[in-house]
């Protein structure tokens, strides 16, 4: 196998597939990235995912994080000079992290290990990705543009469940040639999430409010990309489309660094054996995350069970359990955990591809049937193999409060809601492996939530006045007064202070994120 790779890689960059057999020439990473979804509606894979051996990773301990993202990096063969892409990670896992560990473990206890991806700029782990894609994008235009291939300037629209705007707005703010619009379900995000993102200075953003829920601002931004007459209006005020949705292989290849990295980790600090296995869960949404942690397993990392952490929106978790992912009659609860509220798990599609034999037209069908129906059922063989991979819990609004307030209690140790409900899931599943819990944000992006974990009060009851009226700042002092937990990072304690630059709800629709688009570029 890695000869076969070797003799690939002497002959030519490793290039990209997608999921629906749509595309008849398989494309290289620059344009992968640009492009963001493939056309048909499909999503882009490697046709080949590379291997590292137990020793390439265990020596990634001792390297800088940077270095580690690169050798991964060269390994996926990308066709852009190996020297580039080691600068662009340092420019990535720099100084706009916390610490220089970029993502530090902590062990909590026996045999479960916190893998802290929230050090960032946004304080949520989708920067670990959304610090890095920018660049990747801005050197990938830069050099399709040099080959001729390109004229035209990218406007990236993103719908957003609350931490992918902020880490999309700071990522590509500034970039040249590159402007952000981000919609976010209004009403359906954290008063420091909504202020983080209509806060954002540059010349280069726009955010809107959309009157629907997160599912609504996805269906409706894939259908604007799906538009083309609309693509053709844009390419007049001289713009293309793309997007930095978790649907961007450029989104997914990041996160599949840190899994690597973190078991390398985990035997520097001797909590397993090289060689041994870990299992790794992860509070999952739109399936990027633990599906970045199934390719660091298939590229030779020892994990063996992949955990899927739901909360009361469980479709991914009844569908491990079934086979049969069915949204027919199914209500979106909004719960503590609001980057999680999804039934649409858009990254799905890239996993059931893997796992199904790399079959695009069975996965095509499913697509339709989800589309059309609702529903769809995976055959035997592809729900055999999920069983193998994945285990899957779902923890109710009530148990992730008291899993914040039980952790703070015994561990000293303050959780944001979508970590809690990984960390109980982690309990819920475990064997005998040590567990590796991605902890997604930082407890001070969902204060209200976690205010009311620590003062015992249901999921569904309001805060009391005086609380309620506090800003998510203040009310993010109060409980670090109450904890000793003073850790607020810089970006989130200084957002009261800040002005908000955007106001805009639209419609649920196609034709008003058109129109929003079309005025905002009317600007750039
Ligand atoms: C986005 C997000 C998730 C879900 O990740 P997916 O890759 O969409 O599955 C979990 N926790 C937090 C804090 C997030 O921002």
């Known amino acids: 196998m890695d000869h076969l790779l070797d003799r690939e890689s002497r002959f030519g960059a490793n290039c990209y597939v997608d999921t629906r057999n749509a595309v008849s020439q398989p494309v290289p990473f620059t344009k992968a990235v640009i492009e963001g979804l493939a056309p048909g509606g499909g999503l882009f894979v490697p046709q080949e995912v590379p291997h590292l051996t137990l020793d390439e990773i265990t020596r990634f301990a001792d390297m800088p994080y940077p270095e580690r993202a690169a050798f991964i990096y060269r390994k996926f063969n990308i066709d852009l000079p190996d020297d580039e892409i080691l600068d662009l990670m340092y420019t990535s896992y720099g100084p706009n992290f916390d610490t220089p560990e970029v993502c530090p473990i902590t062990k909590l206890e026996d045999n479960i290990y916190m893998l802290e991806l929230w050090h960032g700029p946004t304080s949520a782990f989708k920067d670990m990705a959304l610090q890095c894609l920018p660049n990747f994008f801005g050197a990938s235009a830069q050099k399709l543009r040099g080959a001729g291939e390109l004229n035209t300037g990218f406007c990236i629209l993103v719908a957003t469940s609350g931490d992918t705007g902020k880490a999309a707005l700071e990522g590509f703010k500034g970039v040249p040639g590159v402007c952000v619009g981000v919609l976010y379900p209004d009403g359906g995000v954290s008063d420091i999430q909504r202020k983080q993102m209509v806060t954002t200075t540059g010349d280069n953003v726009r955010v809107w409010a959309m009157r629907g829920n997160f599912d609504d601002c996805q269906t409706n931004v894939k259908r604007v990309f799906a538009d083309d007459a609309f693509a053709k209006d844009i390419e007049g005020q001289g713009f293309a489309l793309s997007s930095a949705n978790s649907i961007n292989w450029g989104r997914l290849l990041p996160q599949i660094v840190y899994y690597m990295s973190g078991y390398a980790d985990l035997v520097a600090k001797g909590a397993v054996s090289q060689g041994d296995p870990i299992d790794v869960c992860v509070p999952t949404g739109n399936f ?55 039934l649409v798990s858009s990254n799905l599609e890239r996993q059931l591809y893997e796992l199904a034999g790399r079959d695009g037209s069975a996965i095509a069908s499913w697509m339709a049937d989800l589309n059309e129906k609702r529903a769809f059922e995976v055959d035997g063989a592809t729900f055999a193999k999920i069983q193998e991979t994945f285990s899957a819990d779902s923890i109710s609004n009530e148990e992730c409060l008291e899993t914040i307030r039980s952790v703070f209690k015994a561990q000293d140790y303050l959780m944001d809601p979508h970590t809690a409900v990984a960390y109980k899931t982690a309990c819920n599943l475990k064997g005998s492996n040590p567990v590796l819990v991605a902890s997604t944000a930082h407890w001070a992006k969902f204060g209200n939530n976690v205010y009311k974990a620590l003062h015992e009060m249901k999921p569904s009851e309001e805060l009391p006045g005086d609380v309620a009226s506090l800003t998510g700042c203040q009310l993010n002092e109060l409980i670090a007064n109450e904890t000793g937990k003073h850790d607020i990072p810089k970006g989130l304690a200084d957002l009261d202070v800040m002005p908000v630059r955007f106001t805009d709800v639209i419609d649920a629709n196609m034709a008003s994120a058109e129109d929003a688009v079309s005025a905002f570029l009317e600007t750039q």
């Open 288 to 342: 990027g995350n633990i599906l970045a942690a199934w390719y660091a397993k298939q590229m030779g990392t020892p994990i063996q069970n992949l955990m899927c952490a739901s909360n009361e929106n469980r479709v991914l978790t009844d569908f491990i359990q079934t086979g049969t992912y069915d949204i027919s009659d199914r209500e979106f609860v909004l719960t503590p955990s609001p980057s999680m509220d999804i």
